[in-house]
T-cell receptor, first 112, second 113 residues
């Protein structure tokens, strides 16, 4: 069974700090990588995706991918209390069937 | 565009009863997924449809769960008979051909007593 692993947290950071969320995956052939945010009692919503090694920035969010280490991370700069949520990492398999496998999520708390 | 519609939003049943969930995807989205999310866990894929054909149902407990997607549009997920461990949120998600992003519905929360 292919796996996506995340530290469940909670990860607590003070307001204005950088939050760093990490994810590892077992399938070396995974194609695409996603970060979703899920507020309590709500459904996941896409924050950003990354396909190639390196960094991708979108506003306060930066996704980093290292395929050799099978590692993807999400950095949130200038963290706000409204960023407090569970962050889900998801990957798609090599097969091209667009099967999305999710990690268990990391709960982030931004302290005001 | 309208989002992914799911109903009912909440359902409470007793074990051994049956329940059905409905999903209406975003128009034109060919790929539809049902995920099960138990409290404190990530979404677990139950079944994936491409139009009205099944792509992957390897993690669907087929002795009690069934799903169909009539005419490649709406989908229903049924559980019969329900067990206590089926208590979860059932999420429907869709993906449009050519894009690589899942859009989730609001989910259907099931409590089995």
């Amino acid at each position: 069974q292919k796996e996506v692993e995340q530290n469940s947290g909670p990860l607590s950071v003070p307001e204005g700090a950088i939050a760093s969320l990490n994810c590892t995956y077992s399938d070396r052939g995974s194609q695409s990588f996603f970060w979703y945010r899920q507020y309590s009692g709500k459904s996941p919503e896409l924050i950003m995706f990354i396909y190639s090694n390196g960094d991708k920035e979108d506003g306060r969010f930066t996704a980093q991918l290292n395929k050799a280490s099978q590692y993807v991370s999400l950095l949130i700069r200038d963290s706000q209390p409204s960023d407090s949520a569970t962050y889900l990492c998801a990957v798609t398999e090599r097969s091209g069937t667009y099967k999305y496998i999710f990690g268990t999520g990391t709960r982030l708390k931004v302290l005001a | 565009e309208a989002g992914v519609a799911q109903s009912p939003r909440y359902k409470i049943i007793e074990k051994r009863q049956s329940v059905a969930f409905w999903c209406n995807p975003i128009s034109g989205h060919a790929t539809l997924y049902w995920y099960q999310q138990i409290l404190g866990q990530g979404p677990k894929l139950l079944i994936q449809f491409q139009n009205n054909g099944v792509v992957d149902d390897s993690q669907l407990p087929k002795d009690r769960f069934s799903a169909e997607r009539l005419k490649g549009v709406d989908s229903t997920l049924k559980i019969q008979p329900a067990k206590l461990e089926d208590s979860a949120v059932y999420l429907c998600a869709t993906r449009t051909s050519g894009a690589n992003v899942l859009t989730f519905g609001a989910g259907s929360r099931l409590t089995v007593l």
